[in-house]
């Protein structure tokens, strides 16, 4: 299936694609080439998005962020995102993923798959 990025002249087809936001951290895995990197940026500075931190040809992002974005805090039973704990922002050892409403946390490594 063609994918039209917004910040891409060019069409790309992909077979997966990947999306999370818990509406402080937002993560995709999209095809792209080394060449658009400096068009994507520019599409996120003008969406107020500074200081991105990128990875490219990190094909397991795409099980890691559809995972992250399906994952529900089975402590309360929210049908909520939960949020994304980086373990160099917040001094853990591992991702996490909380639950905003009771606080619960999960590893990540155990939610993803491989």
């Given at each position: 299936m063609p994918v039209v990025l917004p910040w891409s002249p060019t069409q790309h087809w992909v077979a997966h694609t990947a999306f999370f936001c818990d509406g402080v951290t937002l993560a995709m895995y999209v095809p792209t080439s080394p060449a658009e990197v400096p068009l994507l940026e520019a599409w996120l500075a003008e969406r107020g998005v500074t200081g991105a931190r990128m990875r490219l040809c990190e094909y397991s992002d795409a099980t890691k962020f559809?995972?992250?974005?399906?994952?529900r805090c089975s402590a309360c039973q929210r049908d909520e995102t939960l949020r994304y704990l980086a373990p160099d922002r917040f001094g853990l050892d591992d991702e996490q993923l909380c639950c905003t409403t009771c606080g619960a946390m999960f590893s990540l490594s155990a939610l993803s798959p491989g």
């Open positions: 559809a995972s992250m974005a399906s994952a």
